[in-house]
């Protein structure tokens, strides 16, 4: 089957945050909304047919993970990325962010610091704020319009961290970090006595034929240290269904943070969650091969425009999902008017680059490239129009 990733559906009045929340967190509703990271594709059919068959029985009870998504779950971890876990090193996650906040709740003290690597995903920084620990960050460099690891500035700060939150493939522009990177992460997070929490949310999408590693299966070292989660939201673009896991090879680690989990009642599923979930993991490959190649022509139309239209934007490029990286350092133009210029003159919605770090990425947003490519067209075509009239 053929799907159309080109096809334009109307979302507006749907209660989505993409959408419906412009005029609250914008001051305006009539924006082309690019920043909030889910796509504007038609949810999967065969999820969409496996939730309505659900319905088909009138009573929605509490519900269980029947043997088919144990099933769907563990063989898709196996076969995409060599993990080869069972059930019960399997938990169910209410979404990634919740499981983020519940193991910096269990396995940290107050005032403990926690360890990040910016640019990165908003949450990351707030969320050990929010639970009283305090984030310490590792500014990325740019090299060859990717981002690395500074590894003697992270290697330094590590000494006095309890925790890496790691973003795996990295958000924003889905840096993959490879084995050889999560090797040397792996090492000094040993010898330092790091915990590695791997959000690999973005794990599905990779793309340009490149493979992503997932930080469990480096070595025994990273495996004995780290709590992995994965989701089926972004890939199959049903965040709303609220299903992830999260996978834990060390017994003893597995056992405290389940235990947590299972004494505060925090992390049960529903009936929506396993359908979707079970659905997507069981009958999604062809989907997913057909969506990344989709993205794959997206990105190579935003890097063409972007050297042809925007030359003085730096842009790094996603290598995984849809979310890349602009830096328009080059224009002169204050974060403040820049902010505005988007806003008002493009008509556009991005994600502002302070979010993922502060006031060194005040020239510097995160746009959502996970539309129809007529949309990407236009919204790049307001954009640079919008800059060009500043100059």
Request: proline share 4%; aromatic share 10%; with cysteine.
């Amino acid at each position: 089957m053929n799907y159309n990733f080109d096809e334009k559906i109307e979302r507006r009045g749907s209660d989505c945050v993409k959408y419906d929340l412009l005029k609250a967190l914008y001051g305006d509703d009539d924006l082309l909304p690019m920043w909030v990271a889910d796509m504007d594709f038609r949810s999967p059919d065969f999820v969409m047919e496996a939730l309505r068959k659900r319905c088909s029985h009138e009573v929605l009870g509490y519900a269980i993970p029947s043997e088919g998504y144990n099933i769907a779950v563990t063989s898709w971890l196996r076969e995409h990325y060599n993990i080869h876990a069972n059930r019960d090193e399997l938990h169910f996650i209410p979404g990634i962010v919740a499981g983020i906040s519940y193991a910096l709740l269990c396995l940290t003290q107050p005032g403990d610091k926690i360890l990040v690597t910016t640019p990165v995903y908003p949450p990351f920084l707030n969320l050990p704020t929010a639970a009283g620990r305090e984030t310490v960050c590792s500014k990325l460099k740019i090299e060859k319009g990717r981002f690395a690891i500074d590894f003697d500035d992270f290697e330094r700060k590590a000494k006095e961290c309890k925790i890496f939150l790691m973003s795996n493939p990295h958000n924003p522009a889905g840096t993959i970090w490879g084995k050889e990177v999560l090797s040397r992460v792996a090492e000094i997070c040993e010898r330092e006595g790091l915990l590695v929490i791997s959000d690999e949310i973005h794990a599905d999408m990779v793309l340009g034929g490149r493979t992503h590693v997932s930080y469990s299966t480096v070595n025994d070292i990273a495996f004995n240290h780290s709590i992995t989660f994965m989701a089926p939201s972004k890939t199959f673009n049903i965040a709303g269904l609220g299903s992830s896991t999260c996978y834990i090879g060390n017994r003893e680690l597995r056992k405290r943070f389940f235990g947590w989990l299972e004494g505060l009642g925090v992390a049960g599923g529903n009936i929506f969650a396993f359908t979707g979930a079970e659905a997507a993991f069981s009958h999604g490959e062809e989907w997913r091969r057909q969506m990344v190649k989709y993205l794959d022509g997206n990105v190579e139309t935003l890097r063409d425009f972007i050297s042809e239209k925007m030359p003085l934007v730096k842009v790094v490029l996603p290598e995984a999902s849809y979310l890349a990286w602009l830096d328009m350092g080059k224009y002169g133009i204050s974060h403040a008017e820049l902010s505005r210029i988007i806003v008002e003159k493009a008509r556009l919605a991005l994600n502002d680059g302070t979010t993922f770090g502060g006031k060194d990425y005040e020239c510097c947003f995160r746009i959502n490239i996970g539309c129809p490519r007529a949309t990407l067209v236009e919204g790049l075509s307001r954009l640079c129009q919008a800059l060009q009239a500043r100059l």
